[in-house]
Structure formats: C-alpha cells, structure tokens
C-alpha cells in the first residue's frame, strides 16, 4: 500500500485526466489539439527568438495582439487580410484529397487575379447591371485560376510530369508574363498608362465587389465568396461521386482504376478545380481589396496558403480559422514592428514552425503528452506520396 | 513502323521543314560573326545565318526521312537524332545573332557562363542524388540552400563584416553545416516521423524562407552590411595558359572548380564503394537490404546529411561566391530547377550533371539574347521572356519530351524495420 501523499497525487491526476479526457470529448476538440499546441510550441520558440535579438517577448506579442486585434478597425483589417488565403489554402487542400500536390496557388491567383483585372476593364462592363459585371469578374478569376491549374493536371496525367516542380515553374513563368503584361509601355498591354506605378486600369466601378467594412484593408464580399468556396470544396469532396473518385484516387491510383474510373480525368479535373479556388482568390483581391491588379499585392499569398492548408489538416471548413488566424498575425505584425521594433520576418519564422510541428505532429504529442486520434484528413499527411 | 517513331518522324520533319521553308527566307542576309574570346584579336568565324539555318533544317529533314524508313534502334539514326538536338544551340544563336542588331558575339564566355551559372543546380542535383538514391523525396533542396546562404552570409557580414578571406572560408563551412542540419531536418521528420516526404520538403522550404528573412531585416540589415567581398578569381595553374580556351575555361572561383569534384566523387563514391551499394539497396529495396544487414535507417540518415552538406556547399555559392551579399530568396527557385534536372539525368551522377549544365546553358542563353537584344520586326522581345526561359526548358524536359524517368523504387515509402 503506498504512503497517504503518492495515493492522493496519483487520484488528483487520475481525475484531472478523466475531466480532460471528457471536456474534450463532449466539445470533440481532440482533432484541434495537435495545431493548437503546434502554436503554443510555435510562439515559445519565435519568443525565445526575438528574446535573443534583445527585444522583450512579452512587449513584442502584446503589440501583435492589439495589432490583430486591438480595435474594431484592426480585426476588421485582419478579416480582409485571411480573406485570400482562404482560396489559395483550399487549392491545396482540394488537389490533396487525390494525392496531388498544387504548389502552384501563388501563379494561379496570379493569372486569375489578371484575367478579372482585364475583364473588368472591358469597354462595356460599365453599362452592365452590377450584379452581372462581378459575376463576370469572379468568374474570369475562376477560368484563370482553373486554366493555369489544369495545366500541371494535363502534364501529369499525359506524361507522368510530377507536379510539384510543373506547379513551381508554372508560379515563375506565370510571375514573368504578368510582370510584363502589366509593365509594358511599348506596346501597351494591360498597363495603366496613367499611373506611375506598374498596374493596370483600374475596373469599372459596377464591377467591385461590395464593400461591408470600410477598413484597411476593406472587407468586402469576397469573404462570403470564398468562405461559400470552402463549403462547396468540402461538400464536393465529402458528398459527391467526383469527391469519392478524387479520395479513391488519392489512397490508391491503381484500386481506382481497377475500380473503372478514369484516373486521368480525375487527375485534370482537380488540378483545374483547384486552380480555380485560388483564381478566385486572385480575383476577389482585384474587385473587392484593390479595384485594379498590381503583381506586388500577391507575394507570398499562394505559399501560406500551403502552410495554412496544412495547418488545417487538409479539412476545407478548418481552412477558414486558420486562415483567420493566419491572416491576423501578418495584420499584427506591422504594429509589432512598429512597436517593438521587430521584424515581420518572425512572425514568418512562427508561421513556419507552426507548419513544422503540424507535419511532425509527434513531436507536439511528445511533449504535450496528446494521444493519437486520426481525423478523415489526417492521415494524407503521413506516408506515401500518393497517386 | 510503329506510333512512336511515326510521331518522331512528324516532329523532325516539321521543324525541318518550317525552317527549310519558313525561316530561311525571311533572314536578313547579313553576315555574322561569332567570336571565341575577348576583343581585340579575338579569333572569330565569320558565317551567313542562313548558311546554319539551312545545314540544320537539312539534317532535321534528314533525321525525319531515315526514321521513317528504318528501324528505332538502328545506330544510326540514333546518332543523327543526337545531332539534331545538339544543332539546336548553334541554331539557335545563328537564329538570334540574325534577329539582333549586334553582329557577333563570344561563344567561349558563354559557355563559361553556362558553365558557371550551373554551379548550384549541379549541387543542388547532386544534393538530389544522395537523399533520393537512398529513397527519401526531397523536395526542401531549395530551403537547404537559401538556408545555408543566410546563414553562411549572416556569420560573414557578423564575423568579419563581410571581409577577410579568413572568415569568408569560415563562413563558407558554417554555410556547408547549415545545408547539412536543414538535411538533418528533413531526415529526422521523414524518418523518424514518417512525415509525409514532400510536405517534409516543403515545410523546410517555408521554414528556411522565414528564417532567412528574420536573420536578413534582423541581423543583416541591422549590422549595415549589405555587401562584402566574395571569394577570387583564380586560374588553375598549367591549364589556364592554354590560348584560346585556357582564360575561359580554366580560370575561375574555387567553388565552381569544386562543383566538379563532387560530381566524380559523387560518382566514384556511389557507384565504386561499398557505402555507395548500400545507399542504393537502401533505396530500391530496403527490405532485402536489410536482411543483408545493412541498417537501412542509418544510411538514409547519413546519405541525407550528406546531400545536406552539398547543398550548403550551393548555399555559399549564392551568398558568397557570385557576390557577396544575402537577399530575400536569393536561390530563386535554383533548388527546384536542380530536382528537375536530377529526374532528367535520370537519378545519375552525370546525367544529372549534364542537365544541370543544360538548364545553366538556358540561364546564360537567356541573358545573352537579352545583351543581344533580339526582336522579332519591330516586336522587341521582353527580358521577362529571357528570364523564364530557363523554368520553361525545365518544364519541357520534365514533361518527358525527352523520355520517362523512373525513379528508386523505394522512394517516398517510409521504411520501417522489421523486428
């Protein structure tokens, strides 16, 4: 029999585990566990970090959360700014489910982005009832988005071409020929001749998207569109027979075929479908944030949109709190630059930390003692490459 | 005559033919010259573009005729379809030498510069080499390198502010270990973690851009270094005397010179010692090389960290060899470019060592037929163009336009041993 004080230490933790164990079954939060901690890891480690470049980590995150935060003008702010990468987590996402990995988002809101920058400065939009004219827009960003997809889908399903590296150079080459679109004075292709800085025209007023906040930057439409682009990510792939093909397609190529679908056009059609989640990303920036196309405002929009997705586990409804999440930080990072003088840079190092401890979830459950609980998505994350 | 070389007999006929019949008449007839070192005296080869274009549209038409009458594999044909390739790049620069109001350029420095500018996407290939042989994907050689160039330049420009040959070779080994522990990484999630390879790979990649963004606006930028002094020039010492091509060939940075090195020891380490089976048997059958004794978890481990280690070696290239200094994604996408040439070289030393120099030959084409200012009428061909050239030639090749690549047969599938 143990002595008094080790008997009750062991029934204290005993129940302390029981009440855990039941909070978070009756809230099923088990799956949130994994990037919650993943965070917590994250932000001690980017404290120790700017610690060591001599700034107060506490100082430094309390004005990144009043920068994220802090007022109504600020969270508004930060909704507009995870309002895109909504899009470009769900062209991940999306292509994943089949096993394929679009690291193309960044080119293909690029293409998308310009296409409903030309559309929208077509001479008769402006005649157009408004309701049409955005309609055209968003769905000029959808057919640049999917076109720009489609191709890494066509190469891989034609010639076996991996698309992590077709996606990549199709990001590059998508970078150049819209950098020179926009910039070309000599001839004129999509250049704003009137402004200084490389853009193109500005898009018929009728064609924005409405605005609801008036913030900096404004949160407007887009996010209804994009978050309705999630809902219709998750019910395609969770509740159609495409959606039972694409995960078919992504646990075993070779069972779908033998199963009699047509594996190829499975491949093609994802590809271009999330190609086009992140063309409306591109799009909605142009008619809702900007009103015209400048290549400058994409940077890095489509790469965290891969950080995001995975942060997520691939789950199309958990891609919105991410991004929300994700978004707001880069919104805080100025007033915590500004602040505490520190750069934005870290709040990159977190971001890619979270990342890093999300894919390698066992170390978060080693040191937080979590227990392993497979969720649909989870397990594309382990393992082999897929299709 | 089967599909396949009916679609081959297509392709070279028709490029024949549209240069035959296309291109040849509408040249402008001047005459070009082609230089083989710097002026003046330079040793050059005066000739008529359409001379080039018409020999070139001869042989593609030749090559369409012999493939439509005999067999594949004869020797042959195989040679004169070789042929045809390679005369794509005096082509080509027959072809814009026309098109541009320059009338002759140096082809030895651009070989040199070929040649140079190939330097990390050879590493980086190699780097490819030894982490896939072994059967990891790695997809993080770009974080790898970017790592190791901020790293390398942070410890520069920190050390000895960016001078001093001393710190700059210290410099350069921090770089070298950066690569290795960003390998280290990747090994440790993949293998330990069976973390899926490629979101391995990617999240080093992300995790490296932040890292070095941090240390560039933090550190960097910081200390007022923007720029230092990379490594000398120097030339080999018999070799370089050669006239001509000795200047151009065999005088150049240490790091560029090392780049070979690698390369035949990767080759002679893989393929002629026991180590370099046992990484191989590691990466086409694990199991049947585990029940041969071989710890297949140790030499994952070590043949990553050695790619890492190479990989750096490409990082130091960037930050402190062409110039000294550290910019935002200073690698530019050189560590994808180098994967792409690995899978066209087929996962061999020299294979993916001449695709390496062939994806440089399109970086340097395309600054040279930008210097040369080529325009088509009066359309003046954009430098985006040039600059995208060399991702379009990469993806191209890794479309199979020049045949399927199959890759260790283990890869991507996280071994486990059996107990």
């Given at each position: ?10 029934r204290?933790d ?46 430094a995150?309390?004005a990144l959360?009043r ?13 507009a ?30 293409v ?22 955005v ?34 150079m ?11 679109m ?19 025209e ?20 887009g996010?209804f ?15 159609t027979?495409?959606?039972f ?11 779908a ?6 594996v ?15 063309g409306l ?25 891969i ?13 919105i ?6 978004g707001?930080?880069l919104n805080?990072?100025?007033?915590m630059?500004?602040?505490a ?10 971001q890619?930390l ?34 | ?19 035959l ?13 082609i230089?083989?070192?710097?002026p ?9 573009p359409?001379?080039v ?25 195989r040679?004169?379809r070789l042929a ?19 009338s ?74 950066m690569?290795a ?17 490629i979101?391995?790979?990617?999240a ?30 120097f ?19 240490p790091?560029?010179f ?7 020891a ?12 046992r990484?191989?048997?590691?990466g ?26 190479i ?7 960037f ?41 440089g030959f ?17 359309f ?13 030639v990469?993806i ?24």
């Amino acid at each position: 029999m143990t002595s008094d004080p080790d008997n009750l230490n062991q029934r204290i933790d005993r129940a302390g585990g029981r009440v855990r164990a039941a909070v978070l079954e009756t809230f099923r939060l088990q799956p949130l566990l994994i990037p919650f901690y993943a965070l917590v890891l994250a932000v001690l480690i980017g404290g120790v970090l700017i610690a060591l470049v001599g700034v107060n980590p506490f100082e430094a995150y309390w004005a990144l959360l009043r920068g994220m935060f802090g007022n109504g003008d600020r969270l508004a702010g930060s909704i507009a700014r995870s309002v895109p990468f909504i899009g470009s987590a769900l062209a991940l996402a999306f292509a994943f489910r089949a096993g394929l990995f679009n690291i193309g988002a960044e080119g293909q809101l690029l293409v998308g982005g310009v296409l409903a920058a030309w559309v929208g400065t077509w001479a008769w939009i402006a005649d157009v009832p408004g309701f049409f004219a955005v309609v055209l827009m968003v769905l000029a960003g959808l057919m640049g988005g999917a076109f720009w997809g489609g191709i890494p889908g066509v190469l891989r399903a034609k010639t076996g071409a991996h698309e992590v590296i077709s996606t990549i150079m199709l990001n590059s080459i998508a970078l150049f020929f819209i950098r020179w679109m926009v910039n070309s004075r000599n001839p004129v292709v999509l250049r704003d001749v009137a402004s200084t800085v490389p853009r193109t025209e500005p898009v018929a007023d009728n064609a924005l998207l409405p605005k609801i906040v008036d913030s900096s930057p404004p949160v407007h439409f887009g996010l209804f569109l994009l978050i309705g682009a999630s809902v219709l990510a998750a019910f395609i792939l969770n509740r159609t027979i495409f959606g039972f093909e694409v995960a078919t397609v992504g646990a075993n190529a070779d069972a779908a075929t033998y199963a009699g679908m047509n594996v190829n056009r499975v491949i093609i059609v994802v590809m271009a479908v999330s190609g086009s989640f992140a063309g409306l990303s591109g799009a909605s920036e142009v008619a809702g944030t900007a009103g015209f196309f400048q290549p400058g405002f994409f940077l890095a929009m489509g790469f965290d949109g891969i950080a995001i997705a995975l942060l997520a586990r691939v789950n199309p409804y958990a891609i919105i709190p991410a991004a929300l999440l994700w978004g707001s930080m880069l919104n805080g990072a100025s007033l915590m630059q500004q602040e505490a003088d520190v750069s934005v840079d870290v709040v990159r190092i977190i971001q890619a930390l979270v990342l890093l401890f999300v894919a390698a979830d066992a170390i978060v459950r080693y040191v937080f003692r979590v227990k392993v609980v497979e969720d649909t998505y989870g397990s594309v994350l382990r393992g082999s490459s897929g299709a | 005559m089967s599909r396949g070389s009916r679609r081959s007999a297509a392709l070279f006929g028709g490029v024949g033919v549209l240069l035959l019949a296309g291109l040849l008449p509408n040249l402008s007839g001047e005459r070009k010259t082609i230089s083989f070192d710097r002026p003046p005296d330079e040793p050059n080869f005066g000739f008529d573009p359409a001379v080039v274009v018409g020999i070139v549209g001869a042989l593609f038409v030749v090559v369409a005729v012999l493939t439509a009458l005999l067999p594949r594999s004869a020797s042959l044909v195989r040679w004169l379809r070789l042929a045809a390739g390679v005369s794509v790049i005096p082509l080509l620069l027959a072809v814009s030498l026309d098109l541009s109001p320059s009338s002759s350029t140096n082809v030895v420095n651009l070989l040199n510069e070929s040649l140079v500018l190939s330097t990390p996407l050879v590493l980086g290939a190699m780097t490819g080499l030894w982490s896939e042989r072994s059967g990891i994907i790695n997809i993080g050689i770009e974080g790898m390198m970017l790592s190791a160039a901020g790293v390398g330049f942070t410890a520069y420009a920190v050390l000895g502010g960016a001078q001093g040959t001393g710190w700059l070779v210290l410099s350069i080994l921090i770089a070298v270990i950066m690569g290795a522990l960003a390998a280290l990484l990747l090994a440790v999630l993949a293998i330990r973690f069976s973390v899926n390879q490629i979101v391995a790979g990617v999240a080093i990649n992300l995790f490296a851009l932040g890292l070095t963004g941090f240390l560039r606006s933090q550190v960097i930028v910081g200390r007022g270094v923007s720029i230092g002094t990379p490594t000398a020039d120097f030339g080999l010492p018999i070799l370089s005397s050669i006239p001509v091509v000795g200047d151009q060939l065999f005088r150049g940075k240490p790091i560029y010179f090392l780049t070979y090195a690698v390369v035949v020891a990767t080759w002679f380490v893989m393929y002629r010692t026991p180590w370099g089976l046992r990484v191989r048997a590691a990466g086409e059958n694990p199991h049947a090389a585990e029940t041969l004794g071989v710890d297949v978890i140790r030499i994952r481990y070590q043949s990553v960290i050695l790619g890492g280690l190479i990989a750096g070696l490409a990082g130091a290239w960037f930050s402190m060899e062409t110039q000294a200094r550290f910019e935002d994604n200073m690698t530019n996408a050189a560590g994808f470019i180098a994967l792409a040439a690995l899978i066209f070289g087929k996962w061999t030393p020299w294979g993916a060592a001449a695709g390496a120099v062939l994806f440089g030959f399109a970086r340097a084409l395309g600054s040279r037929l930008q210097i040369l200012n080529v325009s088509i009428g009066d359309f003046e061909i954009p430098s985006e163009f040039f600059q995208s050239l060399p991702f379009i030639v990469t993806i191209v090749v890794v479309a199979g336009a020049l045949g399927r690549a199959v890759p260790p047969a283990a890869e991507g599938r996280p071994f486990h041993p059996s107990k």
